[in-house]
């Protein structure tokens, strides 16, 4: 079974502070991808990444950046100066597949609410 | 805008009734997903179909089904509600590729919030 732990429930940060929010994956199987997703206020769940099991380099989008580490099945992200609108809670998922088997469903993790005041 | 729809948006019924959510995905995504989220369980994958035919199921309740129809849009009815069935439930769709849906991104629609009194 898959598993997707995100320890920090809530975060509260200061505008302009850097931030990094947590995300521990467990999976017997080689092939994965993982993702983050954003939930603002409004409800809805936006993309942000996608990462797969073979590709542990970082990435850096703007503000964001991620950590995929597979020796300690971690998958971080950071937000650099981060602003008022990075509030949201962010979801750290996984998704398995195995043998050329279709599998699509995302199993997420509980959760970070991130409130970033001005 | 994801390119996902779903309606109703929000939907307030009562205990034992029974309701359809209705989910259109984006043009040419033929996987469809179905997921709950609740205070309790967090976001939780219910069930998939992929052009018309269940693909995979998750934590589904009996009293809860879904289909996908030949224009590929889809509807989650939820029978017999309980208290707890509160929840927000969305709909995503991807596109499957050749190395299956794994790879894929899921594209989330607004969500229906479901409140049972």
């Known amino acids: 079974a898959q598993k997707v732990t995100q320890a920090q429930t809530e975060i509260s940060v200061v505008e302009k502070e850097d931030v990094t929010l947590d995300c521990v994956y467990e999976?017997?199987?080689?092939?994965?991808?993982l993702f983050w997703y954003k939930q603002p206020p409004s409800g809805e769940l936006v993309f942000l990444i996608r990462?797969?099991?073979?590709?542990?380099q970082n990435e850096i989008s703007g503000r964001y950046s991620w950590n995929f580490q597979k020796s300690t099945s971690s998958f971080n992200f950071t937000i650099t100066a981060s602003q008022v609108v990075d509030s949201a809670v962010y979801f750290c998922?996984?998704?398995?597949?195995?043998?050329?088997?279709?599998?699509?469903?995302?199993?997420f993790g509980q959760g970070t609410i991130l409130t970033v005041h001005p | 805008d994801s390119g996902v729809t779903q309606t109703p948006k929000h939907l307030i019924t009562a205990t034992g009734q029974r309701v359809t959510l209705r989910c259109s995905p984006r043009?040419?995504?033929?996987?469809v997903y179905w997921y709950q989220q609740s205070l309790d369980q967090g976001l939780q994958f219910l069930i998939q179909?992929?052009?018309?035919?269940?693909?995979a199921k998750g934590n589904i309740l009996e009293r809860f089904s879904a289909q996908q129809f030949p224009d590929l849009h889809s509807e989650l009815n939820l029978s017999s509600l309980e208290l707890g069935d509160s929840a927000l439930y969305f709909c995503?769709?991807?596109?499957?590729?050749?190395?299956?849906?794994?790879?894929?991104?899921?594209?989330f629609g607004p969500g229906t919030r479901l409140t049972v009194l």
């Open positions: 995503a769709s991807s596109v499957e590729g050749s190395g299956g849906a794994i790879n894929n991104e899921q594209f």
């Open positions: 999976t017997r199987d080689t092939t994965y991808y």
């Open positions: 990462r797969n099991s073979f590709d542990e």
């Open positions: 998922a996984l998704s398995v597949g195995s043998g050329g088997t279709s599998y699509g469903k995302l199993t």
């Open positions: 043009s040419g995504d033929l996987s």
């Open positions: 179909y992929y052009n018309g035919e269940e693909r």
